[in-house]
């Protein structure tokens, strides 16, 4: 059974985070995590040969020429699909009840070495369709497997995911990146690669992340302090109802505070040891106005 999270608080802490590593390439310093980039990283390996990623794609299909071509250009594209069932056939509050969401996650990366002669320069775009919906509200009873949570609402049929601009600088040790983001691309990396159960409760709840496809205004710094260890900081605004906005409603969308994130970390990859890891210590503060927790508990 798998839930989406409705993702919403304020307050100020720390949390000490640990999990598998998600990168079978050399160490960088901390990088954005684009839903579905770590679908072929996080299984169960230990074969460098087999984990690392091949450096030029091999294309195939029908659109493999044209593909092909736009990536000399400095253009690529990537698709994922998700598909979300959820069903009470025997159990639960309402027994034979089921619901179903799809997300159609459909990005483009466009490569400014390539377009423009800027070197370390990458605009990144990301937009998300939901379709395939089944019975919304079935949700409303399930949620034993995220703690509680439920799938937000999403009264549009399609939001912005992405759209930003990164700039490496000092031989990619330092990475520069702001626009229309996510602090879950940065802060709190899964330990999988299902975007609806894996997430770290406390961010949603007391740091105020919103669902991780939701863009808000942002902007982080990371830098790497050897290969195995990085440090990061970034300030994203905190946006009340975001999840009935389309992602550019810019400049009458209502934003209420700051939600400002710092980690240090390490990380190693299948690269160094058979079994990778990863652990960082994030605080966050959220300047927004939230509730008393000693007069509303």
């Not at 997300?103 to 379709?131: E, P, W």
């Not at 400002?260 to 160094?272: D, F, L, P």
């Amino acid at each position: 059974m798998v839930s989406r999270s409705v993702r919403r608080g304020g307050a100020t802490g720390l949390l000490l985070a640990a999990g598998l590593a998600l990168s079978g390439t050399a160490a960088q310093a901390q990088q954005p995590s684009p839903v579905g980039q770590f679908n072929d990283q996080t299984q169960p390996r230990t074969d460098p040969a087999i984990a690392a990623k091949p450096g030029d794609p091999v294309r195939v299909g029908p659109l493999a020429p044209w593909a092909t071509d736009m990536a000399a250009r400095g253009l690529t594209f990537d698709i994922n699909i998700y598909d979300f069932y959820q069903a009470n056939p025997t159990a639960g509050l309402r027994r034979g009840e089921q619901s179903n969401s799809a997300y159609f996650v459909l990005s483009m990366n466009a490569d400014m070495q390539r377009l423009a002669n800027i070197a370390g320069g990458t605009i990144k775009f990301t937009q998300t369709f939901f379709g395939l919906v089944r019975n919304t509200n079935h949700a409303a009873d399930i949620g034993d497997t995220t703690v509680g949570y439920q799938p937000p609402y999403t009264p549009n049929n399609n939001r912005l995911s992405l759209l930003t601009y990164e700039q490496k600088l000092f031989d990619d040790r330092l990475v520069v990146e702001l626009g229309r983001t996510h602090p879950d691309r940065y802060y709190g990396l899964p330990p999988c690669n299902s975007i609806n159960s894996c997430f770290q409760d406390l961010f949603y709840f007391n740091a105020g992340f919103t669902s991780p496809l939701f863009a808000v205004w942002g902007a982080n710094v990371a830098y790497q302090l050897s290969p195995t260890s990085y440090i990061q900081a970034g300030a994203f605004t905190v946006n009340p109802n975001t999840n009935v906005l389309s992602g550019y409603d810019w400049g009458y969308e209502r934003i209420s505070g700051a939600l400002v994130m710092t980690e240090i970390g390490t990380k190693t990859t299948y690269a160094t040891t058979a079994y990778p890891g990863r652990v960082s210590l994030t605080g966050f503060v959220n300047t927004a106005d939230h509730d008393d927790n000693f007069k509303t508990v």
